[in-house]
């Protein structure tokens, strides 16, 4: 089994899903709560949905978005922000569209499932802030329109959708290549995103695991913590930092010596 040793030159990955965020007020999309449980995804997250009911699917991504931009960082979004300062080539990959890792100060963050913070015509493609679409949008109007005439949808990507370009690709070598992975709150059920954990683990990563409960890729986790990610990754970081300033007074002493 490999084990995990730290220098600021270790390749490290944070996956993060929406348990990350739970934290912060925001719903997770499976288990107690979730918001899957009073839709089905089918009905709202997928192209066919939006071009069956535009008003229904725009509103539900707009009340979204305002709890989004109404919610603050949470304990572990700042823990793994904490940790890149430690490991300069730390990469977060993130299914999350809220960009909590983004407001915490994290500054290598991929996006797998796009964000909600912008919303761009599904017609020429023409990418606008979506706060300046809430603040003019009537809510009994109908969702709105681009200047071309085509509709506008949240910049995230649905069911039956590819991930963004190059996105995925850049995320998968990234793991391929990382010693310490971290996957913290996701139930590892949608794909490709979850495959990254395969790929860390078929690639000799050691895999820590943070999530209140068990998924079906846990049994690849090298360490698994039950727990909530707001208490277990300041803990994490914290040990990991003292780690990393033992081995360096160790270095020294090494290359000093006791002479004068
Ligand atoms: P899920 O809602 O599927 O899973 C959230 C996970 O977080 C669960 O395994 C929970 O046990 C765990 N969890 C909840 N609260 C936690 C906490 N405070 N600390 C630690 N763990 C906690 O969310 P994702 O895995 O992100 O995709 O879902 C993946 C994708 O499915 C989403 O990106 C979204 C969704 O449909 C699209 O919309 C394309």
Redesign the pocket.
């Known amino acids: 089994m490999p084990t995990a040793s730290f220098a600021p030159s270790t390749r490290i990955v944070v996956f993060?899903?929406?348990?990350?965020s739970?934290?912060s007020g925001l719903?997770?999309?499976?288990?107690v709560g979730?918001?899957?449980a009073d839709f089905d995804?089918v009905t709202l997250?997928t192209p066919e949905a939006f071009a069956r009911e535009p008003k229904r699917v725009w509103d539900w991504y707009a009340s979204r978005y305002v709890g989004v931009r109404d919610s603050e960082p949470n304990a572990?979004h700042r823990a793994i922000a904490r940790l890149e300062a430690s490991f300069p080539s730390l990469l977060v990959v993130t299914?999350?569209?809220d960009r909590m890792h983004q407001r915490s100060g994290s500054r290598r963050v991929l996006e797998?499932?796009g964000n909600i913070w912008t919303a761009r015509c599904n017609a020429c493609g023409r990418e606008v802030d979506m706060a300046s679409l809430i603040d003019l949008t009537d809510p009994t109007a109908d969702s709105p329109r681009c200047g071309c005439g085509g509709r506008m949808r949240p910049s995230?990507?649905?069911?039956g959708?590819r991930l963004p370009m190059g996105v995925f690709e850049e995320a998968a070598e990234a793991a391929s290549d990382c010693r310490l992975l971290l996957v913290?709150?996701?139930?590892?059920?949608?794909y490709p995103?979850?495959g990254l954990i395969e790929l860390a683990a078929q690639n000799g990563a050691f895999v820590v695991e943070?999530?209140?409960?068990a998924?079906p890729l846990s049994h690849l986790a090298d360490r698994s913590y039950r727990?909530?990610?707001?208490?277990?990754l300041p803990r994490l970081v914290t040990r990991i930092e003292r780690r990393l300033a033992e081995d360096r007074e160790a270095q020294l002493r090494d290359l000093f010596g006791d002479e004068p």
Do not use: K, M
């Open positions: 993060t899903g929406a348990g990350v739970a934290e719903a997770t999309f499976r288990g979730g918001l899957w995804p997250a572990a299914q999350n569209i797998l499932h995230v990507v649905w069911f959708e913290v709150g996701t139930s590892a059920t949608v995103a979850a943070v999530n209140r409960e998924t727990d909530l990610a707001g208490d277990v």
